[in-house]
Nanobody
């Protein structure tokens, strides 16, 4: 399996934006779909966005209209553009496959302040 490295997290004010990146050590063409997950303290990891190799996307209701997932197969990278961040969005965000054997990188922390 490829190694995944998430980046781009940080501290942002409510209503602000962040762009997360997930860089893979090898080709992600065969990883279909790819997704972004998040896990807040005391909660289960949840899938928030997914994208197929053909570019079809799906979102959790909680982020629909605010988050956009994209992938660049040539760069072996998946992105998550997060806009209008809310107080319920803080978590460690991970990327990984949505089907088959699941695995993730080390994650990137997103914090939202008032």
């Amino acid at each position: 399996q490829v190694q995944l490295v998430e980046s781009g997290g940080g501290l942002v004010q409510a209503g602000g934006s962040l762009r997360l990146s997930c860089a893979a050590s090898g080709s992600i063409v065969s990883i279909n779909p790819m997704g972004w997950y998040r896990q807040a303290p005391g909660k289960q990891r949840e899938l928030v966005a997914a994208i197929t190799s053909g570019g079809s996307t799906n979102y959790a209701d909680s982020v629909k209209g605010r988050f956009t997932i994209s992938r660049d197969n040539a760069k072996n990278t998946v992105y998550l553009q997060m806009n209008s961040l809310k107080f319920e969005d803080p978590a460690v965000y991970y990327c990984g496959p949505v089907a088959g054997k699941l695995y993730w990188g080390q994650g990137t922390q997103v914090t939202v302040s008032s």
